[in-house]
């Protein structure tokens, strides 16, 4: 019932926007799809299920403050959305701090330090290729730096290569 919530979560906070709701959809399907064929243990799959269906959800926001949906105001207001909406989840607090930590930073490629981090940036940019029409230069140029994973690389390469 976790994931459940936290989608409806996800789904309640993001209102009729449907674009948004799209994509944190996709992000996830992948991420979970990931996870469970990387064999990530039970904790883990939690944290990558969360982190995809909350990764973006700071865009709202960042357009109201600061009239952007750049990355590092995604990533700034993301986090303390997502603080608030998982404030009456019952789900572990170390749990909870990495969801953070992942929503904090899924766009600092440089920072990815664990394979829930590896799979929610792989994930998202799974969908982000397709949503913002990226050449195919573009997307050799992602596998060759940002995928890690068998089954992501994969997954890319029967998508768009």
Known sequence: MLIE??????????GNDIKRINHFIKVFSFAHHIGVVEQCDAKTQIIIDIAALLHDIGIHEA????????????????ARVAKELLNDIDVDAAIKERILFLIGHHHHYQSIDGIDFQILVESDFLVNIFEDKMDEHSIKNIKEKIFKTEIGTRMLEKLYL
Do not use: C, P
């Not at 919530?5 to 993001?14: E, G, I, K, R, S």
């Not at 600061?66 to 207001?77: D, V």
């Open 5 to 14: 919530t936290v989608f409806d979560l996800a789904m309640t906070y993001n």
């Open 63 to 78: 357009e109201r403050k600061h009239n952007s949906n750049a990355g590092y105001w995604q990533e700034i207001e993301g």
